[in-house]
């Protein structure tokens, strides 16, 4: 690959979905975004083709919520980073982050099966109060480059609000495939960090504010093919509850008219909606999905929580809230308070720009790189060509296909 130009900022690409990546200037990186449209595939070819033969210091792959779109990472010379969010839906993804560098992870129950598939795991944050300092990345809080610890064993996570066990066994058989062949590469010093959602940092309460008149909002998707559950869930309390608002796609506007702010949790995960809800300053009422959302906020000071898809229960605290503006207006104001302190876009670059920080001023950076080029056919063998076999003969397009089984030819 080709020379970079003489600079004293670092030069990052940044493939998918671009989350918090525009605030990475504010840290002194350049960042190129290319993002992801359906069929891509970046290879390190490409990325040099996007970059003008410039080789970056970074490369992070964001999860797009599609199949595996860039191959050959295990050979690029600079350092890689996966950002998995969907890995609740995606069992092949801590298989596929062994051939990166780092990864950034948003859901906590699924740490083990990164942290199982090799590589080391972040601690992750304590419960919130006055004197704890919560090691959650992007908070403020954290330390500038978080310890890691020893790999932790493979399991599955915990099941939530009567979800199927079917993808419960699914991660389990991924985690039990990667476990098994990370012994030989146990000593790759690679890292997980525990990057939970966030709300951006303009999404935030209009001014002036308008009325709000709507009782109670939902916002997200409603197929049952994909989540059936939560579809059932939203007709029955259509049903009991007629002053439900149900919307899909852009949730702004509703979520500043709204009283109260309605969150599902299809699979038992903390999602962006927790954030996105807060962040615009509303009410939420949200699953108790247990610790992954309680040691980030408190129930009833900064949100409230209702047992998952229990009708009955949710209604009557939604009764009551309705019932008292002081109370939910209190709230509300904490719950934004709590994002704007340590949970939007912006604070999560800071906490990347922080650890890559570290790890190049410590060179630790070089020496990642060079273990996974060290071990790159290992990495291929074990964990990468089977992986790309299997979506060759799952993926059903032709192109991606061909491009799946090239790839889980190579050796």
């Known amino acids: 690959m080709g020379g970079r130009p ?14 918090f990546s525009s605030f990475l200037a504010d840290s002194g990186w350049r960042v190129l975004n290319a993002p992801y449209s359906p069929g891509s595939i970046y290879t390190p070819e490409s990325i040099l083709d996007l970059t003008g033969g410039e080789v970056p210091d970074a490369l992070l792959a964001a999860d797009a919520s599609a199949p595996p779109y860039l191959l050959g990472m295990e050979n690029l010379p600079c350092l890689t980073l996966f950002y998995s969010v969907d890995a609740q839906i995606h069992s092949w993804q801590p298989i596929y982050a062994r051939g990166f560098d780092l990864c950034l992870v948003s859901l906590k129950e699924y740490l083990p099966l990164f942290a199982g598939s090799g590589h080391a795991v972040a601690p992750p944050p304590e419960r919130r109060d006055a004197s704890s300092v919560p090691a959650v990345a992007g908070s403020g809080r954290e330390p ?30 991924a ?41 109670m909002v939902f916002v997200g998707t409603l197929d049952p093919a994909l989540a059936p559950q939560r579809c059932a869930f939203i007709d029955e309390l259509r049903e009991k509850f007629p ?77 009551r809230l309705l019932a008292d503006a002081a109370l939910r ?17 912006s604070h999560r670059a800071r906490a990347l720009a ?43 397009v032709d192109f991606l296909r061909d491009r799946y089984l090239e790839a889980g030819k190579k050796r």
Request: hydrophobic content about 45%.
């Open 6 to 19: 003489q600079a004293s900022e670092k030069f990052l690409v940044w493939l998918g979905n671009p989350f």
């Open 144 to 173: 500038a480059y978080p310890p890691s610890l020893p790999d932790a064993p493979a399991r599955s996570p915990r099941a939530v609000g009567g979800q199927d066990a079917a993808p419960d066994r699914e991660h389990v058989r």
């Open 175 to 215: 985690a039990g495939f990667a476990a098994e062949f990370a012994a030989p590469l146990r000593a790759k010093t690679g890292c997980v960090f525990y990057f939970p959602p966030h709300a951006q940092d303009g999404r935030r309460p209009p001014v002036p504010a308008p009325d709000r008149n709507l009782d």
């Open 243 to 319: 002053a439900l608002h149900v919307a899909q796609g852009a949730f702004a506007d509703l979520y500043a008219r709204a009283r109260l702010i309605l969150n599902e949790c299809s699979r038992g995960e903390l999602n962006f909606r927790v954030f996105e809800a807060m962040g615009m300053g509303g009410c939420l009422l949200t699953p108790d999905i247990g610790p992954s959302l309680t040691e980030l906020f408190t129930p009833g000071e900064e949100l409230f929580t209702y047992p998952p898809y229990a009708v009955g229960p949710l209604i009557a605290l939604a009764e």
């Open 329 to 345: 207006e209190k709230v509300a104001a904490a719950g934004l308070a709590a994002v704007d302190a340590g949970h939007r876009a």
């Open 354 to 396: 922080d650890i890559l920080r570290g790890l190049f001023s410590s060179g630790r950076a070089a020496d990642l790189v060079a273990a996974r080029l060290r071990d790159a056919p290992q990495i291929r063998k074990h964990f990468l060509r089977p992986l790309y076999l299997h979506h060759a003969e799952t993926i059903g």
